[in-house]
């Protein structure tokens, strides 16, 4: 796996002729995740799920290719906790189209947008880049973690991990909640305000549907307290088993959809 911003350009020029490059575009945003977590959490957790596919999809010949991370999303939810931002959903798919149009101008025509933060406004966004770059046939573009399409989401993020949950109420771990404040836990420890989570009690009543639906603000739902679910069920070791369960999920589910690379019949010479 190599990062984009490490590298020098003659390795993107070999990596444009090889057409076998892969590109990951992590997406996050900067919201409130409990008083436990940090605000970027979900930026974070993309590019961990970025770094657990890349050798599922490198095992079948793709060389993959990490850009760097979309910080900042759209953040509705959240947005009255200190230090959530958001941006319109125009800036958002502006940033992706432009970005995409960019890697496909150097032969980097491959782009799996990797989405870890759900909102319907911010999931809209990526898909509406993503059409958009479809539409001008810039690059073969495909939309993983939380997703417009709900399957997607779930083939993703969903599958095989439940058997890993401690929570005594596993359906209603969210945000904030056990999941995430696993995976922050086993990837990126020295971030998890660990004195905190003894003092957080489970938020297991919470209105389901309006959080499903994102009808209601985080703040109402939760009492103001950010999280849904209880942080205090979570494991650096689930994170671990969620970590790779999700890499391998958010893998199969790209390879579903473009095959591997060693398939590829090689291009025509002019
Ligand atoms: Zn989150």
Redo the contacts with the bound molecule.
């Keep these: 796996m190599l990062e984009l911003s490490k590298i020098a350009f003659p390795e993107v020029k070999r990596l444009s002729d090889s057409g076998r490059a892969l590109v990951i575009l992590p997406v996050g945003v900067v ?1 409130e ?1 409990g008083a436990h977590l940090p605000l970027g ?2 930026s974070f ?1 993309a590019e961990v799920y970025a770094a657990s596919a890349a050798p599922h999809l490198e095992n079948t010949g793709y060389e993959v290719v990490v850009a760097p991370t979309i910080n900042y999303g759209v953040a509705g939810a959240a947005i009255d906790f200190p230090g959530t931002l958001s941006l319109e959903p125009e800036t958002l798919r502006s940033m992706v189209v432009e970005i995409g149009r960019s890697l496909a101008r150097h032969g980097l025509k491959r782009l799996v947008i990797l989405n ?3 909102d319907r406004y911010h999931m809209k966004a990526l898909d509406d880049a993503r059409a958009i770059l479809v539409e001008d046939k810039s690059a073969q573009v495909f939309c993983v973690g939380f997703a417009s399409d709900p399957t997607i989401t779930a083939a993703c993020y969903r599958d095989g991990v439940i058997q890993y949950y401690k929570s005594p109420r596993p359906e209603r771990e969210g ?2 909640g056990e999941s ?1 404040t696993s995976v922050a836990l086993h990837s990126f420890p020295e971030l998890v305000k660990k004195e905190v989570i003894g003092e957080l009690e489970p938020n297991f009543d919470y209105d389901v549907a309006a959080f499903r639906d994102e009808t209601k603000d985080y703040g109402s739902l939760s009492d103001g307290r950010g999280y849904f679910g209880w942080p205090q069920a979570a494991t650096a070791e689930t994170g671990k088993q969620l970590v790779e369960t999700r890499g391998r999920n958010i893998a199969r589910v790209i390879l579903r959809e473009w095959g591997d690379a060693k398939q590829e019949k090689p291009e025509p010479t002019e």
Excluded: Q
């Design positions: 919201e995740h959490l979900d957790a870890g933060h759900r945000h904030g995430e």
